[in-house]
Each structure stands twice: as C-alpha cells, then as structure tokens.
C-alpha cells in the first residue's frame, strides 16, 4: 500500500492545533485595505478555526 500523500496546497493553508483542530487564516485580506477600518484589518490578522462540517475535507487533504 502507498503512502498517503499530503495535498501541499492545503498544508500552506492550514495548520493544526494540539488538539487535532485546525486554524485557518481570515479572507478579504488580500488586497484593497485601503477602504477597510484599521479595526477590521486588525481582526483579520488573527487565525480563526476551521468550521466543524469543513473539518472532515481539511483532514482528508492533510492525513497526518
């Protein structure tokens, strides 16, 4: 049997916590933050979990 093979695109992504969850980072970040409040750009610096019925995707493409 093959090993099982991380998706790297997803591993970039994602990172896991100790408790097996995993942290993902806040859309809209990306460009035009001009137009975003300094209070807006601020929250989305921070990681947020992943939602509980996207949780079982993010697993299969990160296996370990």
């Known amino acids: ?3 099982m ?3 790297k695109a ?3 992504r994602f990172k896991r916590t100790g408790t097996g969850k995993f942290l ?3 859309a809209m970040a990306g460009h035009l933050m ?3 409040t300094s209070k807006r750009k601020r ?3 921070r990681s947020i979990l992943v939602h509980k ?3 079982k995707l993010v ?6």
């Open 1 to 3: 049997m093959p090993k």
């Open 5 to 7: 093979k991380t998706r």
């Open 10 to 12: 997803a591993a970039s």
């Open 24 to 26: 993902r980072n806040r």
């Open 34 to 36: 001009t137009n975003k």
């Open 43 to 45: 929250n989305l610096r």
């Open 53 to 55: 019925s996207n949780m």
């Open 59 to 64: 697993k299969r493409l990160i296996p370990k």
